[in-house]
């Protein structure tokens, strides 16, 4: 079974640049979250989707964040305008309809 | 109070040691109990659930759960050097599965 697929693996962007993330869940999981993980930090949770609805973007910065999830597949986060505290490791994750995540191997963003 | 709080180490210890990871937590709710493994510019994977007070083991591996004290332990027998990693624990309401993740502990295992 493949696993939960990210791109790019590495990103360098200037401040107030934008940058966009891919993911391609596991096949079949209809929820998918988008993390975000500060270098000495564990992963916070930005935004969670159920096949392609919104079910928790509580901490998300909705001003310079916004992602969607189109058809319930696919999903892309996007960051626009970056700021240097963006700088992090933006991972992906789908779950098959239980506490059990899957995490993709993340793509890291150097904003400077 | 942050909900999940997590010594960040760093930890390191001679091969065939045992090591103890361990979290706090505040928020009553999570029914749920995990650890993640995190290997250098990898995602993290699951190591050992539980959503009981008490301890399940999986060969090496021991995670023991104490609800009253809102305490959760990480035991690992005759550490190897390929258990060098960040380990990270996260808990779940049972409601909705959103994990809440503590700060991650760094072991390093040495030969």
């Known amino acids: 079974e493949a696993g939960v697929a990210q791109s790019p693996r590495y990103k360098i962007i200037e401040k107030r640049q934008s940058v966009a993330f891919w993911c391609n869940p596991i096949?079949?999981?209809?929820?998918l979250y988008w993390y975000q993980q500060i270098l000495g930090q564990g992963p916070k949770l930005l935004i969670q989707?159920?096949?392609?609805?919104?079910?928790?973007d509580s901490q998300l910065p909705k001003d310079r964040f916004s992602a969607e999830r189109l058809k319930g597949v696919d999903s892309t986060l996007k960051i626009q305008p970056a700021k240097l505290e963006d700088s992090a490791v933006y991972l992906c994750?789908?779950?098959?309809?239980?506490?059990?995540?899957?995490f993709g191997p993340g793509t890291r963003l150097t904003v400077l | 109070q942050k909900e999940v709080e997590q010594d960040p180490g760093p930890l390191s210890v001679p091969e065939g040691a045992i090591v103890s990871l361990n979290c706090t937590y505040s928020?009553?709710?999570?029914?749920?109990f995990m650890w993640y493994r995190q290997y250098s510019r990898k995602g993290p994977e699951l190591l050992m659930y539980t959503y009981s007070s008490g301890n399940k083991e999986d060969g090496r591996f021991t995670a023991q759960v104490d609800k009253s004290s809102k305490y959760i332990s990480l035991f690992i027998r005759d550490s190897q050097p390929s258990d060098s990693a960040t380990y990270l624990c996260a808990m779940s309401a049972s409601s909705n599965y959103k994990l809440t993740f503590g700060k991650g502990t760094l072991l390093t295992v040495n030969p």
């Open positions: 928020n009553s709710a999570f029914q749920y």
């Open positions: 096949s079949g999981h209809a929820t």
């Open positions: 989707f159920q096949n392609n609805g919104v079910v928790d």
């Open positions: 994750a789908s779950s098959g309809g239980s506490f059990e995540q899957f």
